[in-house]
């Protein structure tokens, strides 16, 4: 498996409260994603970045911000966490972009539980 | 970006029997990936097509990339309990690739 690390696994977190996840690679991979995962949706992608500093905004970003300050490193943070965003979130990184037809690596998955 | 459409969502198969799943686009597709998520796991990497017509065999795994560019398949033969698990194709061609929403295979031995 690629060397990428998300934190936390899990989370349950209340409505209102901010929420950070912490993606982390080791393979100094240049593009790097954030999906979510519902059942009956997929994988639907809320923010990518192209480098660091250089971030774009998927499908779903709404309600969504995220960071990339360093190369192995990508932040998603929840402003204010809504129960419609309780989800399973994946971190992915690919060496250039995927839809050129290089392999995405997924993370393991961070659960995030709002209340 | 580009939609595509998989089908079915889920597929509940005996075990031995085959298994099919199908991912349509109306527009060309330069590439197509395949990835396999076990229950509870995260999607991997099985492989991926780019031309016509290409044809590529993994074990009991057959993965096929219409003439036209415009679909995709893959197919298991003789489906095993390690089968299970959800199957995503990846859609290349533009800038970030588009998943299907997956197809959930159910093995019942």
């Known amino acids: 498996d690629a060397g990428i690390t998300q934190s936390p696994r899990h989370k349950v977190t209340e409505t209102g409260t901010p929420v950070t996840l912490r993606c982390h690679q080791t393979?100094?991979?240049?593009?790097m994603y954030w999906y979510r995962q519902d059942p009956g949706h997929g994988l639907r992608l809320i923010h990518y970045s192209y480098g660091v500093k250089d971030t774009d905004k998927g499908e779903v970003s709404d309600g969504y911000s995220v960071s990339r300050s360093k190369t192995e490193d990508f932040l998603l943070t929840l402003e204010s966490a809504t129960s419609s965003q309780t989800s399973v979130y994946f971190c992915?990184?690919?060496?250039?972009?995927?839809?050129?037809?290089?392999?995405?690596?997924f993370g393991e998955g961070s659960w995030l539980t709002v209340v | 970006g580009q939609q595509v459409m998989q089908i079915p969502q889920y597929q509940h198969v005996q075990e031995g029997e085959d298994f099919t799943t199908y991912c349509n686009s109306s527009?060309?597709?330069?590439?197509i990936q395949w990835y396999k998520q076990r229950p509870g796991g995260h999607p991997v990497f099985l492989i991926q097509?780019?031309?016509?017509?290409e044809v590529k065999k993994q074990k009991r795994l057959t993965f096929q990339f219409g003439e036209a560019k415009k679909n995709s398949s893959l197919h298991i033969t003789a489906t095993q309990t390690t089968d299970v698990g959800t199957y995503f194709c990846a859609a290349g061609g533009s800038y970030i690739p588009t998943f299907g929403r997956g197809t959930s295979l159910i093995v019942h031995p």
């Open positions: 527009t060309t597709l330069s590439n």
């Open positions: 097509l780019v031309k016509s017509g």
């Open positions: 992915a990184i690919s060496e250039s972009y995927g839809g050129a037809g290089n392999t995405i690596y």
């Open positions: 393979e100094n991979h240049r593009y």
